[in-house]
């Protein structure tokens, strides 16, 4: 047996150490958060299908029907291109050397940053689309539209507005541990 064969075998023999269990709570913790966004995704896009099919099927599309609809058109593929061209995340790459674990949480973190940047850009989007639909409902719309066309910007401005406010919390927060956990690396 030769000397690489023989450092080979004592390298897969030694048990990778063990994390602490602060950060395994944390790790399933983690978990669970993304497995109850998964669950609200797919609860979005079965509420979304279950109130545009049936309407589009009997044709009996109201304002809100109309309204409503390209912004889900555009916004539910989004939401799950992005959710399927995530790379999972592989729970034993924690119990290694504390660098690893930095890159990882830097790399997560970073992705959490874009995803907050992506939920602004959305928010404003939505914003633009219910000022557009409301200025074409009220220059070329039916009376009967104008107040559907109200609700959507109603809703649009909370959107935002809950949206901008949580960005700016999460933000803040996620560079501050970017920026510590840059310092270990």
């Known amino acids: 047996m030769n000397f690489d064969d023989q450092l080979s075998q004592a390298f897969k023999g030694e048990a990778p150490p063990k994390a602490s269990p602060d950060l395994a ?13 998964r669950v609200l995704e797919v609860v979005l896009t079965l509420a ?21 609809m390209p912004f889900y058109a555009v916004f539910l593929p989004t939401v799950w291109i992005i959710a399927l061209r995530k790379p999972g995340q ?13 890159h990882l949480r830097m790399a997560q973190l970073r992705t959490g940053l874009r ?18 639909a409301n200025a074409a409902i009220w220059l070329l719309g039916a009376t009967h539209w104008r107040v ?12 935002l507005a ?9 933000r803040q927060r996620r560079l501050r541990e970017y920026r510590a956990v840059r310092r270990l690396v």
């Open 48 to 68: 979304a299908v279950a109130v545009f099919v049936p309407a589009l099927v009997s044709g009996g599309m109201t304002p809100t029907h109309w309204l409503l």
């Open 25 to 37: 709570r944390r790790v399933r913790q983690r978990h669970w958060r993304h497995r109850a966004l």
């Open 115 to 132: 995803d907050l940047w992506l939920a602004r850009a959305t928010a404003w989007a939505l914003l633009g689309y219910s000022l557009l």
């Open 90 to 102: 592989r729970g034993e790459d924690l119990t290694q050397s504390a660098g690893v674990y930095a």
């Open 162 to 170: 809950g949206t901008l406010w949580l960005s700016a919390t999460l």
């Open 148 to 159: 559907d066309g109200l609700v959507l910007l109603l809703v649009a401005l909370g959107w």
